[in-house]
């Protein structure tokens, strides 16, 4: 099956490529610059503070004291890994890979799975809208994130579409077999929910497939490292049997899906595992929520997530009163400095109301912070790009006297 799928790899030559590489604005180039689009893409994406901010932001695990448990940046990473071997074997375009894949996740919030889900509770109530991270991470990459241009200006990262699909398109929680790629360019801003349409490219659906590989293997790791899984190592290693001579761990779980994978998928068929193997992924993730993610150790921690992100929220919402909204969010300086100089400096980037010229700012304006939906979604958004650390430290700024 090697290469097998060289002919609709994302190039010149495919049919998709202009719509692929279309941005919402052209982007300045450089008399000398070497990078294709999807080069630029990758660069733009590990240079932005979003990125950046994963390294401290919840995979499974939180907090944890253990320098080798998995963060979110380093599972962005293992994704990128894995996207690129599938990717490179199979013959499609691996720049696209992996700019899609550093990017996939980030609009995570802190706290990870928990704290999205506290996140939508807010945004569910209070706007009639559910927060995901897919979603939230299309709204950052197109409106959030800002780089500085050649002349010092900050703009927003305006990556490729073929980028920004792979993003909101990847929702790692599927169970079907046989991933295709949609036909339809259709317009990003209409997705209402995870899932909801396939990728648009071969490259997409491979990292939204590698997402899945790559959490499933390496949450065991971390597990058995912290102890989580002393009482249920015989009922896994019953469950790994697959008959191999390998020592069963991450490293050979993820090597034997995707190889799996390459082996049984063609461009007819799609992306897909042998029986056997999918049977096995299920199997993998049934037993993952079963004794990792619904595992009392791991659960214990959500009402502190609650607590944090609901008090952080309220305190900022509180603030809203039409055109008094911006006095009484400086006036919170008094007790809560760090809360209110970050929000404020937050919302300076994305209202009208500040001198865009003396901040040199070029990015598109997302708020009217007069308007209290928009508001509210403001403090959503600013909530979701914080690091676990950063949402401890404003709440212990909120409770400390």
């Not at 013959?91 to 704290?115: M, Q, R, W, Y």
């Not at 259709?186 to 990728?199: A, H, K, M, V």
């Not at 939204?208 to 971390?222: A, Q, W």
């Not at 900022?316 to 006036?331: G, Q, V």
């Amino acid at each position: 099956m090697k290469i097998s799928f060289k002919d609709y790899a994302m190039n010149e030559n495919n049919p998709k490529w202009e719509n692929v590489i279309s941005r919402i604005l052209p982007l300045e180039t450089r008399n000398n610059d070497i990078r294709t689009a999807f080069d630029r893409d990758y660069t733009r994406i590990i240079h932005s503070n979003a990125y950046r901010r994963l390294k401290h932001k919840t995979q499974v695990f939180f907090s944890p004291e253990n320098d080798h448990i998995c963060t979110r940046i380093e599972h962005v990473t293992h994704v990128e890994s894995i996207s690129y071997t599938i990717a490179s074997y199979l013959g499609l375009n691996t720049e696209l890979t992996k700019a899609i894949a550093v990017a996939h996740d980030l609009g995570h919030s802190p706290f990870g799975h928990a704290g999205e889900k506290i996140l939508s509770e807010i945004s569910n109530r209070d706007l009639g809208i559910t927060f995901w991270h897919e979603r939230n991470g299309l709204d950052f990459v197109d409106s959030i994130e800002l780089l500085e241009d050649h002349d010092g200006y900050k703009q927003n990262l305006n990556l490729t579409y073929g980028v920004r699909d792979g993003i909101i398109s990847h929702c790692g929680e599927i169970d079907e077999n046989a991933l295709r790629p949609r036909d339809e360019f259709i317009d990003l801003n209409n997705y209402t929910r995870p899932n909801q349409y396939s990728p648009y490219t071969w490259e997409g659906c491979i990292v939204k497939i590698s997402d899945k590989i790559s959490y499933i293997g390496r949450d065991i790791e971390d597990a058995i490292t912290l102890g989580i899984l002393d009482n249920h190592l015989e009922e896994l290693y019953d469950l790994l049997n697959y008959d191999s001579s390998d020592t069963l761990n991450n490293s050979t779980i993820i090597n034997y899906l995707v190889c799996d994978l390459c082996e049984n998928s063609s461009p007819e068929k799609g992306l897909c595992f042998s029986q056997k193997a999918l049977n096995l992924m299920n199997k993998i993730k049934e037993f993952n929520y079963k004794h990792i993610y619904f595992s009392r150790r791991t659960l214990t921690s959500i009402k502190y997530f609650e607590l944090v992100i609901n008090e952080i929220y309220n305190i900022l919402k509180e603030c809203y009163d039409k055109e008094n909204t911006l006095t009484n969010l400086n006036s919170l300086s008094k007790f809560y400095p760090k809360l209110s100089a970050g929000f404020c400096h937050f919302l300076e980037n994305y209202c009208d109301f500040s001198n865009r010229k003396e901040l040199k700012l070029k990015n598109k304006i997302v708020f009217d912070i007069l308007n209290e939906n928009d508001f509210s979604k403001s403090i959503i958004s600013y909530i979701s790009g914080m690091t676990d650390n950063f949402a401890m430290e404003i709440y212990n700024e909120i409770i400390r006297f």
